[in-house]
């Protein structure tokens, strides 16, 4: 059957309408694990015993595998095995392939659960994705995938709510800003945020006070100092990030990646791109906002100077890889360099 939605899962389970096996996976991973425990409490009860609830994970042995999915259930409506994160990367074409066969097999009074809560494929991502299109022929399929910012923005409110505090839209864009769009994150931060925040409504200042900043939005703020020609906020951001000891090559792709967004946007505007456009191009999807925070922060910089950015962060991560240097000393070097790029390219 065809992929089904998060409403349409949860009703199965409220119904304990089971199909005989389930992929449960997508990149919000907070509602892949909620989901699976949801499904899995359904299909095998609060309790479960061992003789009907059986658990494989990462690399396992596909015979045992197999087994467990033959065993008929005892003083129990269902016998439930669960898999999660199969690491498909690990396996050969033959496992792949065995495993595809046992999963196609019906096996009386079973449902099988596959679930890739933080496992994603990448060597043999064509196979995976095979996989699911078996799974989804055999079985039902639903992909939690990346959520829009309007919708995160709702999830902001609904968890802020239920820990008796309002949000505005704009604080829940700020926070979203501040700790990215990880849903585990931001819940664990709206928690956060709530137990110390004082009044009803959790404020910029909250969010300022109490947020964790993740180290895009630092390195950000080093690379808008930069572009404005601010050389001591620009140090004392670097400071900062030695101080909480990010890796000096983190940090460096990081503000790649900010000029490489700056460099994009630039380019899309002088060729009369619309911003969305580039947005949905590089597939920038809740991160839409770092285009329009690159294109404020370099409206004083001309588009060559962004060019001669670009070739010396090019250059830097290449000396990064292939040389050893002292890397306090060198990143410092780095912010000299583009510190002066972009004084000789104000426009």
């Not at 033959?94 to 496992?119: C, F, K, Q, W």
């Not at 969010?207 to 630092?218: D, F």
């Not at 030695?242 to 503000?255: G, T, V």
Request: glycine share 4%; charged share 25%.
């Amino acid at each position: 059957m065809p992929k089904i939605t998060e409403a349409e899962l949860k009703k199965q389970i409220k119904n304990k309408n089971f199909s005989p096996v389930y992929l449960i996976y997508g990149s919000e991973q907070l509602f892949v694990k909620k989901y699976t425990e949801m499904l899995c409490k359904s299909v095998a009860g609060k309790h479960p015993s061992d003789f009907n609830y059986h658990i494989f994970s990462g690399v396992f042995e596909l015979d045992d595998f197999a087994a467990s999915l033959q065993i008929i259930p005892f003083m129990s409506e269902y016998n439930c095995v669960l898999a999660t994160d199969i690491a498909f990367d690990e396996m050969d074409k033959g496992s792949i392939n065995r495993l595809n066969d046992i999963v196609s097999a019906e096996y009386e009074g079973t449902v099988l659960i596959i679930s890739m809560p933080s496992y994603i494929p990448v060597k043999n991502k064509s196979d995976y994705d095979k996989f699911v299109k078996k799974v989804e022929k055999n079985g039902t399929v639903c992909e939690f995938a990346k959520l829009n910012q309007s919708t995160i923005e709702k999830y902001i409110a609904k968890w802020a709510n239920e820990n008796g505090k309002m949000i505005t839209h704009i604080n829940a864009a700020k926070l979203i800003s501040y700790c990215g769009d990880d849903l585990n994150m931001i819940h664990n931060e709206i928690d956060k945020i709530s137990a110390y925040a004082k009044g009803d409504e959790i404020t910029l200042e909250d969010i300022e006070k109490l947020a964790t900043v993740t180290l895009e939005t630092r390195v950000y703020a080093l690379s808008d100092a930069v572009l404005k020609g601010d050389g001591q906020s620009a140090y004392n951001s670097l400071d900062l990030l030695f101080y909480q000891k990010e890796e000096p090559a983190r940090i460096l792709y990081a503000m790649s990646d900010a000029y490489i967004d700056a460099y994009r946007i630039r380019v899309a505007n002088e060729c009369g791109v619309l911003p969305k456009e580039v947005a949905s191009d590089f597939a920038y999807r809740n991160r839409a906002f770092a285009l329009d925070k690159a294109r404020r922060a370099t409206v004083s910089v001309s588009t060559e100077a962004l060019r001669k950015s670009l070739d010396v962060l090019i250059e830097a991560e290449m000396r990064f890889k292939t040389t050893s240097v002292n890397a306090r000393i060198y990143m410092e070097q780095i912010i000299a360099q583009l510190l002066l790029v972009a004084k000789e390219g104000k426009r």
